[in-house]
């Protein structure tokens, strides 16, 4: 039976190099799925244009998008449709994303894109397509309610693959004559609908549709498998050369940090002060941007980072977030009463504080903020 797979967007993982990284596997795998179609989702762009372009060229992913135009030359970035042929039905697949999402790249150089609103592109569009194609198929990387709208504001779409939800749609579900199925969420499910085609016209008659979630069940691919297995070992070689850029080569493993919570329980009046500090949301802050697997961040968003005992991704060093109390005044097994202790913690600041992150660190204007 001929097989027509399409995606809805949303392939590439968040905002940072590990998962740069996991993306470039993925695509890799997927080029060899046969998939006819994938449509754009917000986090396709994650890493900037170059290298989604370069993702499509070395792995032949056929990304289309009919409404994210480049500032920079005011055109399309992707194909507006594509045309596939299967079972002597032309098929004309289009997509579009929510321009309410956000797209934010992490490559350098500051690209921006301007999302078109969906209805009125698709009411262009569509017709256009229809004069060339059997059967159009919308995925629109909307979310299940602005799908819902665009369906009932555009004529002409005949199967609707909602990308951007958690929700799976298990059963058939016909809205103003468009048959609606949704993408859902890492691959855990995946959705089949049956289309019965009267031949003498090419209009579809009947549907059947059904989501399978891909559970222990349902045995791994033994090829794909070796190939995950292998690229594990691959990305914790990756992960470990980042990590080694950021050796631990200071302090001792004699002295260790014992954490906020344990200062708190002698100096309550200066652990409120500091609670309101911007210093106990740093990692928040790398939480937010999906950056706080990032060496690079953690550097300074978090304590003892290069020291023995201090911040590391696993428990018990996780428990060292945010620039902590130690991070200025040191291991707290060294806790001293002399006044050198404290006055020592003076010198702390620039380490982070630096041109490039700080520009406008002032040492008194500074201290007032966050004083104790
Ligand atoms: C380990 C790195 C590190 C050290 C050491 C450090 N800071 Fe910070 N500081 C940060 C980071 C990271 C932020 C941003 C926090 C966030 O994410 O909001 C910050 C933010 C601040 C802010 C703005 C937030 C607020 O609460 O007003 C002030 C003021 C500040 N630091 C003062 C200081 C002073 C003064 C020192 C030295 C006594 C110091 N910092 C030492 C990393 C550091
Ligand atoms: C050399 C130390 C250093 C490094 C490395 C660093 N930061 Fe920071 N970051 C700071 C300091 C210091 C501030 C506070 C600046 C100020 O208020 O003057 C800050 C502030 C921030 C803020 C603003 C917090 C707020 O809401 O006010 C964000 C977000 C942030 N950093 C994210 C990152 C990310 C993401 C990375 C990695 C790509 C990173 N930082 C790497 C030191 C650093
Ligand atoms: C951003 C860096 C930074 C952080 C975080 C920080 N301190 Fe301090 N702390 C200092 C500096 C600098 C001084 C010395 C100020 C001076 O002598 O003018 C100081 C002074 C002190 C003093 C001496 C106060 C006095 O009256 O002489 C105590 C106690 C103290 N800190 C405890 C803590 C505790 C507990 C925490 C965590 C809840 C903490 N500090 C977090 C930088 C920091
Ligand atoms: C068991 C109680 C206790 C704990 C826990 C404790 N302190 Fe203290 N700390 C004291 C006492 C008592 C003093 C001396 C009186 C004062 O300055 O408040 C002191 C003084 C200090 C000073 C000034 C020291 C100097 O002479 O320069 C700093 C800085 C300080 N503590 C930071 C911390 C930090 C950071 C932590 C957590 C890592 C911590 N303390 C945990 C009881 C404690």
């Known amino acids: 039976m001929p097989v027509l797979q399409v995606d809805g967007g949303d392939l590439f993982g968040r905002r940072n190099k590990n998962e740069r990284h996991q993306s470039e596997f993925l695509c890799k795998i997927c080029g060899t799925f046969g998939i006819d179609a994938i449509g754009l989702g917000e986090q396709d762009l994650n890493f900037g244009l170059a290298f989604l372009e370069q993702m499509i060229e070395e792995h032949g992913l056929p990304f289309t998008n009919a409404n994210v135009k480049s500032l920079g030359t005011g055109a399309l970035i992707l194909p507006e449709y594509l045309v596939v042929e299967r079972g002597g039905i032309t098929f004309g697949i289009v997509s579009v994303m929510d321009p309410a999402q956000k797209i934010i790249t992490m490559a350098s150089g500051g690209e921006e894109f301007e999302v078109l609103e969906p209805v009125a592109v698709l009411r262009e569009v569509v017709p256009r397509m229809r004069d060339k194609v059997d059967t159009v198929i919308l995925l629109g990387h909307l979310g299940d309610a602005l799908t819902d709208q665009v369906i009932k504001e555009v004529q002409g779409i005949d199967i609707s693959v909602t990308g951007h939800t958690y929700r799976n749609i298990t ?17 855990r499910y995946i959705g089949k609908a049956d289309l019965f085609i ?3 016209n090419g209009k579809i008659m009947a549907v059947s549709t059904k989501v399978t979630g891909l559970d222990d069940t349902i045995p791994d691919d033994p090829e794909i498998l070796a190939k995950v297995e292998e690229y594990k070992v691959s990305l914790t070689e990756f992960k470990e050369a980042r990590r080694s850029a950021y050796p631990r080569i200071y302090g001792s493993k004699e002295e260790d940090f014992i954490g906020d919570r344990s200062c708190k329980s002698c100096h309550e009046d200066v652990w409120q002060a500091y609670a309101k500090s911007g210093h106990m949301q740093a990692y928040n802050s790398l939480r937010v941007q999906g950056q706080h697997f990032e060496p690079d961040c953690l550097v300074c968003h978090t304590t003892g980072f290069q020291y023995e005992n201090g911040y590391a991704d696993d428990a018990p060093y996780n428990r060292l977030i945010n620039v902590q109390c130690e991070a200025c005044h040191g291991y707290g097994t060294q806790h001293a009463r002399d006044g050198k ?13 630096d041109q490039e992150n700080s520009p406008e660190f002032d040492y008194a204007s500074y201290w007032d903020r966050i004083k104790h």
Not at 171 to 186: G, K, N, P
Not at 343 to 353: G, R, T, W
């Open 171 to 187: 059963t058939e579900r016909v809205l103003d004559d468009t048959i609606m199925l949704s993408s859902a969420y890492e691959g």
């Open 198 to 200: 009267d031949e003498t």
């Open 341 to 353: 202790w404290a006055a020592q913690a003076k010198d702390s600041c620039v380490i982070c504080h």
